[in-house]
């Protein structure tokens, strides 16, 4: 059975890149909309990636017309579509009702992968879900559950969270036989072009770029370097290799690595969110440690039985 534990912790750093990004995203001026936050990221990403591929020499695979087509589509789902939902989300609603939202990505990343993939659904994936929804749900309320209200930017979080999880379904099912540098490659460059259509016919790109301050270029940098192109290659490097069913799992994280950021911008941290974290940990260790767990146990027991 092959190693993944780095490809695990490829899927951690991808999530802890995406939690960061709620930060930057609230921390970059008034003057970039969400439109061009959003293109903007995407293009450092895509441009990093097209002079990595100028600067490397030698044929890479030819794609097909077919290749192409599913690349734009999977560009318009995961780039323009759930981009564009997160950044307008954050307009209206809270990062805790965002957050939530967000932490409903490992059910439905296994339905939809049951749905498309036609992959197995077994209980301990549900429970472990759960589970960890629960320890999330905790976190992020501070066990105050009436607090919670719905508006338009929950819906536009919903958009985000099930184009997101169509992206690593489609992605596995469509183009999994593309190198994944060419994927990430063309799949931004597509994104790019999209968001940027887009912008220039809905928004002011020229006086968002004139306003641009030093803090919103470092911002957009870091989203689009980290945020994006790492937290990217990392994530489709899993959803191939693990399955989509078992990295979005993982995805209840992103709470815990946001109490991490306010720990250490000076926050506090108090019992409910170690008994979160507690709750989140249980939940992954059943939703993918458990099956591990029993095939091992079942092999030692038909190793134990007389011959």
Not at 20 to 46: E, H, K, W, Y
Not at 208 to 236: C, E, N, R, S, V
Request: glycine share 8%; aromatic share 10%; with cysteine.
């Amino acid at each position: 059975m092959p190693n993944h534990a780095f490809t695990w912790l490829g899927v951690v750093i991808a999530i802890f890149f995406w939690a960061s990004n709620f930060n930057a995203i609230q921390a970059i001026g008034d003057d970039i909309s969400p439109l061009m936050g959003a293109t903007l990221r995407f293009s450092v990403a895509a441009l990093v990636l097209l002079g990595l591929r100028a600067l490397r020499a030698g044929p890479e695979s030819v794609l097909q017309p077919r290749d192409r087509l599913a690349l734009f589509f999977i560009a318009l789902v995961g780039v323009l579509i759930q981009n564009f939902a997160i950044f307008s989300a954050m307009q209206y609603t809270s990062p805790v009702n965002a957050a939530i939202v967000a932490a409903n990505m490992p059910l439905a990343g296994i339905l939809l992968s049951a749905l498309l993939l036609h992959t197995a659904i077994y209980s301990f994936h549900i429970t472990g879900a759960l589970i960890s929804l629960a320890g999330v749900l905790l976190v992020i309320t501070q066990a105050n559950f009436t607090a919670l209200t719905f508006n338009p930017g929950d819906g536009l979080m919903l958009v985000s969270l099930t184009s997101g999880c169509l992206f690593t379904i489609l992605a596995k099912r469509w183009v999994a036989h593309i190198p994944l540098s060419q994927q990430l490659r063309w799949m931004m460059s597509f994104g790019v072009l999209q968001m940027s259509t887009v912008v220039w016919l809905v928004d002011t790109p020229v006086h968002a770029l004139k306003a641009m301050t030093a803090q919103d270029a470092a911002l957009i940098i870091y989203m689009g370097l980290g945020g994006t192109l790492i937290a990217y290659y990392f994530w489709m490097k899993g959803a191939q290799r693990l399955g989509p069913d078992r990295v979005t799992s993982l995805f209840n994280l992103m709470p815990v690595f946001t109490v991490a950021i306010s720990v250490l911008t000076g926050g506090d941290v108090g019992w409910i969110q170690i008994a979160g974290i507690f709750l989140v940990g249980c939940g992954i260790l059943i939703g993918n440690a458990y099956p591990v767990l029993k095939q091992k146990l079942t092999a030692l027991r038909l190793k134990q039985q007389p011959q």
